[in-house]
């Protein structure tokens, strides 16, 4: 587990307080549920992401295996529907390649912005009325 001491003030893309990705499976650089970041996170874990199948299977093709369980990291593998703090890199990724999951953007880390757009996000947004 990463240590906390250099994490970046939890602010959302709305520059509100963060909320919570996922606890179970808990995600996030930290493994605390939240999509937070710091100097350390190189991947930018930050967009909290509901994983589809598409997405799940472009992850597989791009080089990152998401769906098998890899019980020696303690990661019980995620099923569509699981949410999960994406790099914001990736998400981009698949947003060209059209498999872009939906996103909750109350727990995506402000920090995404400077990956990806907000017109974008919002266009895949599970929480905007």
Do not use: Y
């Amino acid at each position: 587990m990463a240590a906390n001491d250099n994490k970046e003030e939890d602010l959302n893309v709305f520059g509100e307080t963060l909320v919570s990705c996922s606890i179970d499976p808990v995600t996030g650089f930290f493994r605390d549920g939240c999509c937070s970041t710091s100097d350390e996170d190189r991947g930018r874990h930050v967009v909290c992401a509901a994983m589809t199948a598409s997405f799940l299977e472009f992850s597989k093709r791009a080089g990152n295996d998401l769906s098998t369980p890899r019980p020696e990291f303690g990661f019980p593998g995620l099923k569509p529907g699981d949410r999960w703090c994406l790099c914001a890199d990736r998400w981009q990724q698949a947003l060209e390649a059209g498999a872009a999951p939906h996103v909750v953007l109350g727990a995506t880390h402000r920090r995404a912005l400077e990956h990806v757009d907000l017109a974008d996000l919002k266009r895949h947004a599970l929480d905007l009325a």
